[in-house]
């Protein structure tokens, strides 16, 4: 089987939180990366962005209607998205370190995993 083709079934049989786990851990890993290397600003920018849009993204799915997530943690999920982006525009400015979204995004992680395992 092709990798193209393992990836499209993956796609069509992985649970939403599944995927949410999966798409943190790659950016999550990216932002490790950006900030390992050589000070190399477009790196960090464009992982700084694919964070943001991960976030907004999921902030997105929050406030949509039907979201069956109770109120508090929607409201939770959706204070963090806007945390992010303000807190990646003081990292992208050299003000802050990447160390506390890499920690943010670790600690949901943990929490979908959990999720994955009581639900199993």
């Known amino acids: 089987m092709s990798l193209a083709a393992y990836q499209s079934v993956r796609r069509l049989s992985e649970a939403p939180r599944d995927t949410e786990h999966r798409l943190m851990g790659q950016i999550t890993g990216e932002m490790i990366v950006?900030?390992?290397?050589?000070?190399n600003v477009g790196r960090l920018a464009e992982t700084l962005h694919r964070n943001r849009e991960m976030w907004n993204l999921i902030s997105a799915d929050c406030a949509a209607?039907?979201?069956q997530l109770p109120d508090q943690?929607?409201?939770?999920?959706?204070?963090l998205a806007l945390w992010v982006d303000r807190f990646s525009s003081e990292v992208i400015a050299g003000r802050e370190s990447i160390d506390d979204l890499i920690e943010v995004n670790r600690t949901v992680m943990e929490g979908?995993?959990?999720?994955r395992v009581s639900a199993a």
Do not use: E, M
Not at 34 to 39: E, G, M, S, V
Not at 73 to 79: E, K, P
Not at 112 to 115: F, R, S
């Open 34 to 39: 950006a900030r390992d290397a050589p000070k």
């Open 112 to 115: 979908l995993a959990a999720q």
């Open 73 to 79: 943690l929607r409201a939770s999920i959706v204070s």
């Open 65 to 67: 209607p039907g979201n």
